[in-house]
């Protein structure tokens, strides 16, 4: 069966600091990976997403990037942390199973703090 | 570009009532997803709608897609306590599977 794994669970970082969340898929090849954001009480809003190794397609212009250095494996990164950086960042994964439907799933997210 | 709103932002409900929550679309959906997201968990899929005017059932809950592929619902009958969460309906936008997310509808019930 399919898993994916996020860490760290939780982390809180000062204004300025770098950044590097980590994503891992297990159970599955060449999925679609995704970086979500959600803000406290908010929606899910799309950072990122990936098709395959080394290819990333940006949503939003930000201070953050991502990079997939291997098929089950993505990284979220900031070089310089902001205030507005906080929040609870998701990884997803979409798999291509012919059965299935288009649903993503999501890691257990990193709930960020930025002092 | 395409946007998904979702209403009402928040419903307080007591057990053993219904709940619905309702979803639009700037633009026709080929499809539409719902999830479910515990207080503190991640979001779960809970079902996709492909075709105009599809009704689907899971127990007590009840999914629509609009006649237009536009809007869609969701609808709890008798809540109990464990529906407890934010329910997310979400398009497909382009291609690669990209998910445009309502904002969410977080339903309380109280026992």
């Known amino acids: 069966s399919q898993t994916i794994h996020q860490w760290p669970a939780t982390l809180v970082q000062p204004v300025g600091s770098p950044l590097s969340l980590e994503c891992t898929v297990e159970g599955t090849s060449n999925p679609n990976l995704y970086w979500y954001r959600q803000a406290a009480g908010r929606g899910l809003q799309l950072l990122f997403y990936s098709v395959g190794i080394g290819q990333i397609s940006s949503e939003v212009p930000q201070n953050l990037s991502a990079s997939r250095p291997q098929d089950r494996q993505f990284i979220l990164s900031s070089k310089k942390l902001l205030l507005s950086d906080s929040g609870f960042y998701l990884c997803a994964w979409r798999g291509w199973r012919a059965d299935s439907y288009n649903e993503q799933f999501f890691g257990p997210g990193t709930r960020l703090t930025v002092l | 570009g395409q946007q998904v709103m979702q209403i009402p932002q928040y419903q307080h409900v007591q057990e053993g009532e219904d709940f619905t929550t309702y979803c639009n679309s700037s633009t026709t959906l080929s499809n539409i997803q719902w999830y479910k997201q515990r207080p503190g968990g991640h979001p779960v899929f809970l079902i996709q709608?492909?075709?105009?005017?599809e009704v689907k059932k899971q127990k007590r809950l009840t999914f629509q897609f609009g006649e237009a592929k536009k809007n869609s619902s969701l609808h709890i009958t008798a809540t109990q306590t464990t529906d407890v969460g934010t329910y997310f309906c979400a398009g497909i936008s382009g291609g690669y599977n990209k998910l445009i997310f309502g904002a969410g509808t977080r339903l309380a019930v109280h026992p």
């Open positions: 709608l492909v075709k105009s005017g």
